[in-house]
């Protein structure tokens, strides 16, 4: 793998350039692997010694070592000859494979998501308020163990105001914002990781060409790199451990990122609406598991990015 400072003159390059596509050979040169092709050549897929790369015909969907991360543009090119957007490698993939360095991590904004009389998805019993607590608590005693200090947003079943919640973490390593995802279809499953879209970027929801609101910075994006190396960390350890359906690192712009003065991320831990995944989340079981997820990859973002 390049080192880091060469690594990042060849990504400068590439961002400098308003549009461009980079193949996939290229990509696998760059990364001292090989590249070979699936499905009619519709699936491509980048090995080296440190790495897999997966790439799909017109999906913005990646993924890197088993993890799902999307990207701004669906991959181009015609079968056996795809291509990425010169962006998405640059500011999205790449810096993947080579973590920033990270300072010492001394303590943990932990957000429960909700609270009080913002009771969050209700489902049956389940309560999304009182899933989120029970799991911020169950991580907080982890990261303990660990002699990694925490500071939770709540403690108790207590409204605090979306824009106050940054503000509690003003003095920490990290934030962590916890919640259960809720939708309309009722096979939608699996749990998903978000960060802040960088500056020019949509959130993923909408996978459009950026418009006027995306070109505006917020405070958190002088975290972009940190931002996405928490995000990719916690999101492995999730689908590690719970082995539910990856929904990947996804981007956006929540009003409790936008104004984090650390690195942060936005984790739903999985679907109230879903029969089988509302059962597993209502077990202390499941939520521990849950709980340890994020602890490892807290732990891991931190050993990684101080090697």
Same mark, same amino acid.
């Given at each position: ?59 913005? !969907? ?10 701004? !543009? ?7 000859? /795809? ?47 009182? /899933? ?10 982890? /990261? ?35 919640? !259960? ?41 002088? !975290? ?84």
């Amino acid at each position: 793998m390049p080192s880091r400072p060469f690594f990042f003159l060849f990504l400068a390059l590439f961002v400098g350039q308003q549009s461009f596509s980079i193949g996939l050979s290229e990509i696998a040169s760059r990364c001292g692997g090989t590249l070979t092709y699936e499905q009619d050549g519709r699936v491509g897929i980048v090995r080296s010694k440190d790495c897999s790369l997966v790439f799909r015909h017109n999906s913005a !969907c990646h993924r890197l070592n088993g993890v799902s991360v999307y990207g701004q !543009c669906p991959t181009g090119g015609g079968p056996g000859a /795809l291509t990425v957007d010169g962006a998405d490698w640059a500011r999205v993939l790449a810096p993947l494979l080579t973590p920033p360095a990270v300072a010492p991590l001394r303590r943990v904004c932990i957000d429960a998501g909700h609270g009080g009389h913002d009771s969050g998805t209700v489902q049956g019993q389940l309560v999304e308020k009182n /899933l989120t607590l029970d799991i911020a608590l169950r991580l907080q005693r982890l /990261l303990r163990e660990r002699n990694i200090g925490s500071i939770l947003t709540r403690s108790g079943d207590s409204f605090v105001a979306l824009e106050r919640r940054p503000e509690i973490g003003s003095s920490c390593d990290l934030f962590i914002s916890i919640h !259960c995802n809720a939708a309309d279809a009722p096979m939608a499953s699996g749990v998903e990781t978000y960060v802040l879209p960088q500056k020019g970027m949509a959130s993923t929801a909408r996978m459009d060409k950026p418009g006027a609101q995306d070109q505006h910075s917020c405070p958190n994006n002088r !975290c972009d790199e940190h931002n996405l190396w928490l995000g990719y960390c916690l999101q492995r350890q999730l689908i590690g451990i719970t082995g539910v359906k990856d929904r990947g690192v996804r981007r956006g712009r929540f009003l409790v990122l936008k104004a984090a003065h650390c690195p942060a991320a936005l984790v739903e831990c999985g679907f109230l609406t879903n029969g089988e995944e509302g059962r597993r989340l209502g077990t202390e079981e499941y939520r521990e598991a849950i709980a340890r997820a994020l602890c490892q990859g807290i732990c891991h973002y931190d050993a990684v990015g101080r090697r």
